[in-house]
């Protein structure tokens, strides 16, 4: 029991940073004002024609796109899903309160890249410890199972939709939403591997030393 209480408690801790990572690294890509991610584009579209902030957006999101989740795949997220949108929701609109748009065009493409590594690499933190994928993975899951197509074909559809939608709304494509489009994906796989590495050796040294004593 002591045993899973401290995997328990250090997997949590993990999945924790990872959102605050992430949200720090969506954060200077929206302030770096030179092209949002998809999903961001639509949240800052939303903002701009309806009001409310882009985290709120996100979680309101995150909330429509787990109901769809779960009436097609007919199964409840686990309990990281709904704190994945919670959570990012929060951590996102603190990042953008304390963060400002730089004036000059080379601080904004170096804040941009920044950015895109940081969000990457929180990705990478949260899903390793494996406590439950985002509302948007969640939907892309279902999807795919329920059509029996690739996940990739659907993460495709469903990044092109969210992407016109909030363009048509206003939000913001340019530069930035191309190199994100083209660079996250690599920057993630390159990162869950290291992160996903880290965290079992640290969960098998807990192990290891918890049966010493």
Request: charged share 15%.
């Amino acid at each position: 029991m002591q045993e899973n209480s401290h995997h328990r408690m250090f997997r949590w801790s993990v999945f924790f940073i990872g959102l605050l990572v992430m949200s720090f690294g969506i954060a200077l890509i929206i302030r770096a004002d030179l092209g949002s991610a998809p999903w961001d584009v639509l949240h800052i579209g939303l903002t701009e024609k309806v009001g409310l902030t882009v985290g709120t957006w996100t979680i309101i999101m995150g909330f429509i796109l787990l109901l769809i989740a779960t009436l097609i795949s007919k199964e409840l997220p686990k309990l990281g899903a709904f704190l994945n949108m919670i959570f990012v929701g929060i951590f996102v609109d603190f990042f953008l309160f304390i963060l400002q748009t730089p004036d000059y065009l080379l601080v904004k493409g170096i804040m941009l890249v920044i950015g895109i590594l940081i969000m990457g690499l929180g990705i990478g933190i949260y899903i390793s410890p494996k406590c439950g994928v985002g509302p948007r993975d969640s939907l892309m899951l279902a999807v795919s199972q329920k059509l029996g197509t690739t996940v990739a074909r659907v993460r495709i559809f469903m990044e092109v939709t969210v992407l016109v939608v909030g363009w048509i709304l206003g939000g913001p494509v340019f530069i930035g939403t191309i190199l994100f489009s083209v660079t996250i994906g690599h920057v993630t796989g390159i990162a869950l591997v290291w992160c996903q590495h880290w965290t079992d050796r640290r969960m098998e040294r807990g192990v290891k030393v918890e049966n010493i004593h």
